[in-house]
């Protein structure tokens, strides 16, 4: 049976499987222009959970009863379209469905060649453009200065704390667990490493991590450990908001501090991004991150889950940090 996932209902507060419903997909016919795609990986992003509310953002809402979208590498079964050939790697932004037709001029073709397919959900893909954009265009770093990144063992955060490496950087991850702060120290060489469970002041690990003070900051977390690393940056400091994954859930607006204060006596540049803002320059990303691979100046982490099935569960256990490194559902 070819199946697609719905979603049944919009969260309240953390996702759960209750929101997700599978069916029968309808039959699938091909047509002149169209290509016939088999899913082969299948990626879960944060920016997901918003568009499960129907609030205002930068992408519009998925719609209760619909099939959900998302990221997806999917190998050509059948061709209509005279650019592409049974067997090719695609990539698109498709149904969460296993079987589906889609239009040739809404793929990119992948070079299978280049580095394994799952790399183009990743490192070669949305996150790895995310760290890369983010970091050299808004982070602007220099040799010698201290970067620190939250959410560091996740897909994005793996690949900017190792660009500022590569960029001559001291950099300082923040992760939720012993286990991921040993891969970023140990696998990626990062300066420092805080586990942002264990700390019992987290603004004072910050400190004692960055005895110079905190250059740049790539937030993907935002909350309490945002306003941790804030109140340690520098003059001239730069920070980067990427995602702000601990506040996705909340059902209630925040109540935190008035950064304005900070930012005005050290002359900070706070700027958010998305990363498509940059898509015009996406090419010129892939280049020089495969690049970066291919001297091995790069390392990457994956976890995969095997089975359409557990799509939900890959998903939500982003928000509960099952993760290190970028979270994909592989389709057997």
Known sequence: MNKQILLKSRPEGKPTAANFEFVAAPAVSVKEGELLVKAKYVSVDPYMRGRMSDAKSYAPPFEVGKVIEGGVVALVTESRHPNFAVGDAVLALIQWQEIQAVAGEKVTKLDKNLAPLSYYLGILGMPGLTAYFGLLDIGKPVAGETVVVSGAAGAVGIVAGQIARIRGCRVVGIAGSDEKNSYLKNKLKFDEVIN???????????????????????????????????????????????????????????????????LLKKSALMQGFIVSNYASRFPEGVRQLALWLGEEKLSYQETIIKGFDRLPEAFIGLFEGRNTGKSLVEIE
């Open 196 to 262: 942002y469970h264990t700390a019992e002041n987290i603004e004072e690990a910050i400190s004692k991590a960055c005895p110079d003070g905190v250059d740049i900051y790539f937030d993907n977390v935002g909350g309490n450990i945002s306003d941790a690393v804030i109140a340690n940056i520098n003059k001239g400091a730069r920070i980067i908001i990427c995602g702000q994954i601990s506040l996705y859930n909340n059902t209630k607006a925040p109540v935190g501090p008035r950064l304005q204060l900070v």
